[in-house]
């Protein structure tokens, strides 16, 4: 059994990690499904609809390294983004960063999707994916739960009508 002082800790920093990525597990909840579903439509197109088969037809180790392909093209939009923020043009540089995020989070959902079932042939993933889901679904209905997010929604939903009736006028 650890001493008290190292559970502390470990809760300590389990709970800092967990409140830093609440906010990129809100913007990937919100992102993930649409955002695939966008890239999704690009299927129609012949060239894509053969990229799509080959990412389903990947072995499992394939299926990972397929996610490194997003990341790469990225680096350079995110490189851009801090030339952009050092010749200080924080909003180009911003505006640059948020749109490669949202390119990234489409195309690695739609690799997601397509390779899921390859991927939980490997074992560890098998294993880990599971508990990662759970743990997060968990954290977004704590979070759902909680005051402020309700306090927000209820603003926004406000806010939806208010603007619903102005534009009906």
Avoid: C
């Avoid at 197109?45 to 990341?71: K, M, S, T, Y």
């Avoid at 390119?103 to 490997?122: C, N, Y």
């Amino acid at each position: 059994m650890p001493h008290p002082l190292v559970r502390a800790l470990r809760a300590l920093l389990r709970g800092a990690a967990t409140a830093l990525l609440v906010p990129l597990l809100l913007f990937e909840e919100w992102g993930w499904v649409p955002l695939a579903a966008l890239v999704a439509r690009l299927a129609r197109l012949p060239l894509w609809a053969r990229l799509e088969n080959l990412l389903r037809a990947l072995p499992p180790w394939g299926a990972l390294l397929a996610f490194l392909v997003p990341v790469l093209l990225l680096l350079p939009v995110k490189v851009l983004a801090l030339f952009l923020f050092g010749r200080g043009h924080a909003i180009s540089g911003a505006a640059v960063l948020l749109l490669a995020k949202l390119a990234g989070t489409a195309v690695v959902a739609r690799i997601f999707q397509l390779v899921e079932g390859s991927l939980m042939r490997l074992g560890w993933f098998a294993r880990w994916y599971p508990r990662w889901k759970a743990w997060k679904d968990l954290v977004l209905t704590r979070v759902r739960q909680s005051r402020p997010w309700r306090i927000v929604r209820a603003v926004h939903r406000r806010v939806l009508r208010g603007w619903h009736r102005l534009r009906a006028e």
